[in-house]
């Protein structure tokens, strides 16, 4: 390990619980935001499903967003799943349970992934 390479570890602490508690959140409504109503395909077309699932037995988030919609032969494209700590779990896969291609995001990455979701179909 270099010098460089110790500073910047130094200067970038690890997150707080809290902080990743307050994303978490921000996550959460996000998604309320994007699917303040039911997303039924016959009713919304591939207007964005997002869901988010909080585990209390092991303080993970998972996030699934299904770009085009939900429905029965969909499956999601991007997906979140990390723990209290912000530790992220799955990350080693680039496909999701039907094998389609899939990115897995980071806290931060979901985050934006959201905002942009948010902004193309709740602002305009």
Known sequence: MDKTTTQAQQATPAPTERTVQQKFLRIMELAMQLNSTPTKKAETGDKPTVFVDFSGRTS???????SRGWGDDRHYDARLQCDINGNASDLWRTKNYAGDPCAFLTVDQMIKCLEDLVAKWCDA
């Not at 993970?60 to 299904?66: A, Q």
């Open 60 to 66: 993970e988030l998972i996030v699934s967003v299904y």
